[in-house]
C-alpha cells in the first residue's frame, strides 16, 4: 500500500484521506453555491439572457436592481472561485501528482476560473458606475456610455468571460475525464458524462460568437443544457472523489 495512506499525522488522520475529502467537499460546496448564486441572479436579473440586450435595456435595469444586485453579482463571482481550489488539489487526492496531462490540465482548470471571476467582477466594478451615467445623462451622455458598455462587455464578458474562460473549462474536464477513462482513478460514468457535457458546453461558443459574428451559427439550448450539465458534473466529480477511499491506486 502507497505510504500515503498510511503516513499517519500527530492527530490520527491519514493525510492522503483529509485531503481527498477536502477535495471532494470542495467540489460539491462549490458547484452548489454557485449554483445557488446564479439562480438568484436569473430569477433577478434574467442571467444569462440580459447578456444579450443593449445597453437600453441592461443599464437601467442593473441601476433598478441596487446593491442587492451587485451583491448578488459578487457572490456569483467568489462562489464560482471555490471551485478553483479542489482543482488545484485534484491531481494530489487522486494520487496521481506526476500525471503530466493531469497537472497541464490544472494549470488551464485555474486559468479558466481566474478569467471567469473576473468577467462576473466586472458586475461589481465596472457596470454600476456606468448604470448610474447612463440614467442620470442626457442623450449624448447615454450614447457614450452606450459605447463604453458595449467595449467593455464584449472585451471582460464575450472575451474573457465567455470565451477563454468556458474553453478553459472544457479543455480541464475533457482532460480530466479522458484521465478518468485510461486510468480507470474514479468511476467510467465519471469519464463519460465529463465528456458529454463538455460537448454541449462547447456548443454554447455559437451564442457568444454570434456576438461578433452576427450570422454565425447558434443552437440555444446549448447555454443552459452546457453549463448546468457542466456545474452538475463537477459536483459528480466531487462525490466520485469522496467515495473513492482506499490506496490511490485503486479506482
Excluded: C
Amino acid at each position: 500500500m502507497s505510504t500515503l495512506t498510511t503516513e499517519v499525522t500527530s492527530t490520527g488522520t491519514a493525510p492522503s484521506e483529509a485531503l481527498r475529502r477536502t477535495t471532494g467537499w470542495l467540489f460539491v460546496v462549490g458547484a452548489l453555491a454557485f449554483g445557488t448564486a446564479a439562480t438568484v441572479l436569473s430569477s433577478t436579473f434574467d442571467w444569462p439572457d440580459i447578456l444579450r440586450e443593449p445597453a437600453d435595456v441592461v443599464l437601467p435595469g442593473f441601476a433598478d436592481g441596487g446593491n442587492s444586485l451587485i451583491w448578488t453579482w459578487f457572490a456569483v463571482a467568489w462562489t464560482y472561485a471555490i471551485i478553483g481550489v479542489p482543482m488545484l488539489l485534484l491531481p494530489a487526492a487522486l494520487g496521481r501528482k506526476e500525471d503530466v496531462a493531469l497537472r497541464a490540465a490544472t494549470a488551464i482548470g485555474t486559468a479558466s476560473v481566474v478569467l471567469s471571476v473576473a468577467g462576473f467582477l466586472r458586475w461589481v466594478f465596472v457596470v454600476p458606475p456606468l448604470a448610474s451615467e447612463y440614467v442620470a445623462g442626457d442623450g449624448a451622455t447615454r450614447q457614450a456610455v452606450a459605447a463604453a458598455w458595449t467595449a467593455q462587455h464584449q472585451y471582460g464578458g464575450a472575451l474573457l468571460g465567455e470565451h477563454l474562460g468556458q474553453l478553459l473549462a472544457i479543455a480541464w474536464s475533457v482532460t480530466v475525464a479522458v484521465v478518468v477513462l485510461r486510468s480507470e482513478v474514479l468511476p467510467g460514468w465519471v469519464g463519460v458524462s465529463g465528456l458529454v457535457v463538455s460537448v454541449l458546453y462547447f456548443l454554447n461558443q455559437g451564442d457568444v460568437m454570434a456576438t461578433a459574428i452576427p450570422d454565425f451559427p447558434v443552437w440555444d439550448p446549448a447555454g443552459l443544457l452546457g453549463s448546468t450539465g457542466w456545474g452538475l458534473w463537477v459536483a459528480a466529480l466531487g462525490v466520485a472523489v469522496l467515495r473513492r477511499g482506499g490506496d490511490p491506486e485503486l479506482p
